[in-house]
């Protein structure tokens, strides 16, 4: 879930969730689901939707119950009105001193791998006894009632609490049943995550520190540097205790920087984008394609009849011919995540899916075409294709086909165009329309041109040859634009006959990299993608 772009501080952002949910009308869960609107029973369970709300009018914290106006007007009286100062989320580059190495119970992956694990905490700061680190600082909205981080449990680094995973503890609904254990393994996955596969792998320099709070109602967002994650719900256990569900809220974080950020005054088709995105980096990180596949539970049918249960809430592993973006008009029938249970409400039986609302649906096709090319190509060319799409059109992504072109030129920047067949096939598959459309030979070609142009060899070390076939005769030129659409190369070869023309160009003037070629008469124009190594 993305929120909406009022600046707030964190604390109020915390407190004021439920209030949110209630206020605004298209706020949906970033783990997938409907649009969330005020539950019509006492239990919060949204009618016809596969998750729960959170109480529209109160928040949680350390096993007491605060009215969201009544913690709005102690942030606005000041953090020392709440006991202390609430940390602050320092930027990497204000020296914040050493780090140490700590020690933690945590589950490798999620509980279904079985009992917590000792792990190495890296990266802590200052004393090393709180959960304060480079990538990311983690608080408890039921323990840490200060705002302060995390402690040790034994004041020398250690964080030894036990996990609660009984299912019949819920600590979305009862605070009792949490656990200061869901901090720990907060901790651990994102500042992996962030140092592994962001840094290490990736080469992206970090320049933010996360600010995580943990037992913060029955959904997750994450909104600039922030990240709230839920205690669970009706629908999904909780959520810190699942790497793909802490990987998916940072991603959000990660594209924020590189200049994709989202939130809920975005169109809806950008934000189901930036949610394809946040699968796709969280799923190719632990291997697999389903998301969410421990989080995810459906309460009991007992003799209700129905299609079985689906094991998680989102998956990348869809049928191209269903999961199909059909140039821009998929079906409204799509829909995943089913579960069919016995209201105990009204003893009815009742079948509902957590992905049926438009965004998360679209994310699915985007995410689906993402794990194709990462299925035809390897994670770490398409990790690094899908990366490089983003930076180097600085977030600048509103469409389909504009995410579709933006991989397209990348590989041509990155890899000369090697892979643009195989990725040019699978967005058609897919039914995403794209501009650069394939590659026969040594010879780019774009959609939507009046004529056909041709450049080989391509790429080129500064002298190619055009082919092109005119419908008429006319004035002609041909002009190089580089990636920012300055002119870079001019040449009027005047007036030319209608029909094949063959002409060699030698701009050896220009540095390495992607050009777009493009000829030109008063009548008609065609266009080209053209590589200087």
């Known amino acids: 879930m993305r929120l909406p772009a009022t600046p707030i501080s964190a604390r109020a952002l915390v407190a ?53 106006s009544d913690v709005l007007a102690l942030e606005q009286s000041g953090p ?33 791998a079985g009992e917590p694990q000792l792990f190495a905490l890296p990266r802590l700061l ?52 949490c656990s200061e254990f869901d901090n720990v393994n907060a901790y651990f996955h994102i500042d992996r995550y962030a140092s592994e596969f962001w840094v290490d792998r990736l080469g992206i320099d970090i320049n933010f520190v996360a600010r995580v709070y943990t037992h913060g109602g029955t959904s997750s967002w994450a909104h600039e540097h922030l990240i709230s994650l839920s205690g669970g719900g009706l629908f999904l256990y909780n959520h810190a205790l699942e790497d793909d569900i802490l990987y998916h809220e940072y991603v959000h974080l990660v594209l924020a920087q590189l200049g994709f950020a989202q939130d809920m005054t975005f169109p809806q088709l950008r934000r189901a984008i930036g949610e394809g995105y946040a699968d796709y980096f969280a799923l190719t990180y632990v291997g697999h394609p389903e998301f969410a596949n421990w989080a995810t539970k459906c309460p009991p049918r007992y003799e209700c009849g129905g299609p079985a249960d689906d094991n998680e809430i989102r998956t990348l592993a869809t049928d191209p011919s ?57 994670a770490d060319v398409t990790d690094r294709l899908v990366l490089s799409s983003i930076v180097r059109k600085n977030g600048d992504i509103h469409t389909f086909e504009e995410a579709a072109d933006a991989i397209l030129l990348a590989d041509w920047h990155d890899n000369g165009g090697a892979h643009n067949t195989v990725i040019s096939d699978i967005f058609d598959a897919r039914g995403i329309s794209h501009t650069v459309v394939d590659i026969e030979g040594d010879g780019a070609f774009v959609a939507g041109n009046d004529f056909d142009v041709e450049v080989y060899p391509n790429p080129s070390a500064g002298e190619f040859t055009v082919n092109f076939d005119l419908p008429m005769m006319g004035q002609t030129t041909i002009r190089l634009y580089d990636v920012s659409g300055r002119e870079v190369f001019v040449d009027d070869r005047g007036s030319l006959t209608g029909g094949r023309h063959e002409l060699a160009l030698a701009p050896r003037h220009l540095a390495g990299g992607l050009y777009v070629l493009r000829v030109e008469t008063a009548e008609a124009s065609a266009s080209a993608m053209v590589y200087r190594r």
Request: aromatic share 8%; hydrophobic share 35%; with cysteine.
């Open 322 to 378: 269903v999961w199909n973006w059909n140039h821009g008009n998929p079906s409204e029938a799509l829909q995943y995540g089913v579960c069919t249970r016995r209201s105990l409400l009204d003893l009815k039986c009742k079948t509902s899916w957590s992905t049926f609302e438009n965004t998360y649906r679209w994310a699915m096709i985007w995410g689906s075409t993402l794990w194709d090319i990462r299925t035809a190509l390897g």
């Open 126 to 177: 200052g004393d090393g006894l709180t959960l304060s680190g480079e990538y990311v600082i983690v608080s408890s909205l039921v323990f840490d009632t200060d705002g302060a981080p995390t402690q040790s449990t034994d004041g020398a680094g250690a964080f030894m609490f036990e996990p609660i995973t009984d299912e019949a503890r819920e600590c979305y609904s009862d605070p009792t049943d």
């Open 16 to 68: 004021a969730l439920a209030a949110a949910v209630a206020s605004v009308a298209a706020l949906s869960l970033v783990v997938g689901g409907p649009p969330i609107s005020p539950p019509n029973t006492s239990t919060g369970e949204v009618s016809g939707a596969h998750h729960a709300s959170a109480d529209g009018s109160r928040v949680v914290a350390s096993g007491a119950h605060y009215a969201t």
């Open 80 to 112: 020392s009105a709440l006991g202390a100062a609430e940390p602050p989320t320092p930027s990497k580059t204000t020296g914040r001193g050493a780090m140490l190495t700590g020690t933690g119970l945590v589950f490798e992956s999620d509980p279904s």
